[in-house]
């Protein structure tokens, strides 16, 4: 083993200030004078000094059903992204109100496809495909009114931890699937499911096709979609680490390339990712190809294990998880009923809970 030093301690962490201090000790307060009215849902790819205060930490399907699941509460605090919120909003009771506290986070990926362009591309499609022999399946990273578009279209959402279940749910109610708006995660599903390279094809929107007929042919029919931050990892990464620490585990998700997932020793949504580090015995060196905050969080969690991003020194960060402070999260509480509610039109609820439901049901 070569004396290169393996970074446990991500540089994107910062020292805690005594303002920071000050700062959770009165977001403390005012979560405690809420009590069981309020329920604050926080995402594995937050800041690590927001976790803490999360009353269910977790992916966004466990978050999904969490929110769902939420008998008490009056106010859900959703400490994740928008797309998250909306989806909360679309679960929960209609009297619960659900707030995000910061409404700048958004997700690139989700932004790859709109409303528009999945409306040209559905019937582009139909000028040469029966649409009633294709079931559109959405990633949970997208906009609630593409989540009702799947719902009013016979349609199902997923996330990395159930993709491949949607993907067989799908194909039990028609002979091809439509996926958006990640191709690496739809890809790497595919795959998994055995479906073959020739039966697959992608949709493009910044270049719509021209010839159908790969699109008859294909079972699989992938939106041209990725996410910032997984696609980074590379192969030469996971080389890189093979060679400078013999015996190491790598752990990634399944938005990353097709490539890195097919070399890493385990691939999973940040719930597994999590579980997976968790099993492995002490003294175990692990690499994780996910966003940083999640990594940093789990070397701090197993001090008796080395973990470390993959990448090495690249601090692969979610901006838009990452804008959410201890003083939005403070703000959001006070001003519970008065700011940073997320609202969604009764018409895209209705078809977008449709959609999420059936996600549900697949558990």
Not at 67 to 96: D, Y
Not at 113 to 127: F, H, I, T
Request: a negative charge; proline letters at 6%.
């Amino acid at each position: 083993m070569n004396s290169m030093t393996i970074q446990t301690a991500p540089t994107c962490d910062r020292p805690e200030t005594l303002d920071d201090v000050a700062l959770k000790a009165h977001i403390r307060g005012l979560i405690d004078r809420w009590g069981d009215k309020l329920v604050i849902l926080a995402h594995h790819y937050q800041r690590k000094e927001i976790v803490p205060f999360g009353n269910f930490i977790g992916d966004s399907y466990y978050l999904s059903k969490m929110a769902a699941q939420q008998e008490k509460a009056e106010h859900i605090v959703f400490c994740g992204v928008h797309f998250m919120a909306e989806s909360a909003r679309i679960l929960c009771r209609p009297e619960q109100r659900v707030y995000l506290p910061n409404l700048r986070a958004g997700c690139p990926m989700a932004d790859m496809a709109d409303d528009a362009q999945v409306d040209d591309a559905w019937e582009w499609l139909g000028q040469h495909i029966d649409t009633k022999k294709i079931i559109p399946v959405s990633y949970m990273n997208s906009a609630a009114s593409l989540k009702a578009f799947c719902g009013a279209n016979g349609g199902i959402i997923c996330t990395s931890s159930n993709a491949e279940k949607a993907f067989q749910w799908a194909f039990a109610r028609g002979e091809k699937v439509f996926f958006f708006p990640d191709e690496h995660l739809g890809t790497n599903t595919a795959n998994r499911l055995g479906i073959p390279r020739d039966e697959r094809v992608l949709f493009d929107p910044m270049h719509p096709p021209t010839d159908p007929r790969p699109f008859i042919k294909a079972r699989v029919i992938l939106w041209k979609g990725f996410c910032h931050v997984h696609t980074n990892f590379t192969v030469g990464h996971i080389e890189q680490a093979r060679q400078n620490y013999p015996g190491i585990k790598i752990v990634v998700h399944p938005e990353c390339k097709e490539d890195v997932v097919d070399r890493a020793d385990a691939v999973g949504s940040t719930a597994f990712i999590a579980k997976y580090v968790a099993a492995q015995p002490a003294g175990s060196i692990i690499a994780i190809g996910t966003e940083i905050n999640l990594t940093s969080r789990l070397a701090d969690e197993y001090p008796d294990k080395t973990i470390f991003e993959l990448s090495g020194q690249n601090c692969p960060l979610c901006v838009n998880m990452f804008r959410t402070t201890l003083g939005d999260l403070a703000e959001c509480i006070e001003n519970l009923g008065h700011k940073n509610e997320i609202q969604v039109p009764p018409a895209i609820a209705r078809d977008a809970r449709l959609a999420l439901e059936r996600m549900l049901e697949l558990s």
